[in-house]
């Protein structure tokens, strides 16, 4: 348990739908990311933020949309996904203090 | 940040050693050496991490060389738990983790 806790753990969409990705930390952090993870690849960074203001998109399309209200909290809200979406997306937050950053355990994803 | 070079898998025994090389010639003088593992379908779990002298905590020990070239994460005893890939990253002073393919050890009984 890292503290770091993503919810729903799987999901299943089809093209048309809206849903949301939610991860939550209360481990004082305040830095947040997002990456993706397809099968058998490496994780991909898709977005950090800092102070709840995002610092880094990492070229992700626009049909993945992050919200970070508060230093705790970080979503992440999908629409018009495509079957290649289909992957694991993991969260992390950042102690800066000893440098390492924490993930939660993801949310696999598959659309359908 | 530098580009690392891992082996893509090893295997040891159980009660053995593990030993994981990991190549990061282009380092430069800012960039730590970080050392996570994923066990499967869950989230990458932080090893150790260090810049130049040699590290040891609970999990493993990283021995980083003189000219910072290569480093080496070390598993005293490596259980059937540690089953896993292991990722070698190189970070910048810009807090953003690059993971490679990483190295898949299967520790065998």
């Known amino acids: 348990e890292t503290g770091v806790t993503q919810t729903p753990r799987h999901l299943v969409m089809g093209m048309t739908n809206k849903k949301s990705l939610k991860c939550e930390q209360h481990?004082?952090?305040?830095?947040m990311y997002w990456y993706k993870q397809s099968a058998k690849k490496p994780l991909e960074l898709m977005f950090v933020?800092?102070?709840?203001?995002?610092?880094e998109n990492n070229s992700v399309p626009s049909r993945f949309s992050p919200e970070c209200p508060n230093s705790s909290h970080l979503f992440l809200h999908l629409h018009t996904l495509q079957p290649e979406d289909s992957a694991l997306y993991l969260c992390?937050?950042?102690?800066?203090?000893?440098?390492?950053?924490?993930f939660g355990s993801g949310t696999q994803l598959s659309v359908l | 940040d530098a580009k690392t070079t891992q082996p893509p898998s090893m295997d040891c025994a159980e009660g053995r050693a593990a030993n994981l090389p990991c190549n990061h010639s282009?380092?430069?003088?800012?960039?730590?050496v970080y050392w996570y593992r994923q066990i499967h379908s869950q989230g990458p779990q932080y090893i150790i991490h260090?810049?130049?002298n040699n590290e040891t905590n609970e999990m493993a020990s990283l021995i980083i060389t003189e000219d910072r070239k290569s480093s080496t994460l070390i598993l005293p005893h490596a259980t059937l738990r540690d089953t896993a890939v292991y990722y070698c990253?190189?970070?910048?002073?810009?807090?953003?983790?690059?993971f490679g393919s990483g190295t898949r050890l299967l520790v065998r009984p």
């Open positions: 992390a937050s950042l102690d800066r203090v000893s440098e390492k950053l924490f």
């Open positions: 933020y800092n102070f709840k203001e995002q610092t």
């Open positions: 260090g810049l130049k």
């Open positions: 481990l004082g952090h305040n830095a």
């Open positions: 990253i190189a970070r910048g002073s810009s807090y953003k983790l690059i």
């Open positions: 282009t380092i430069s003088g800012n960039e730590y």
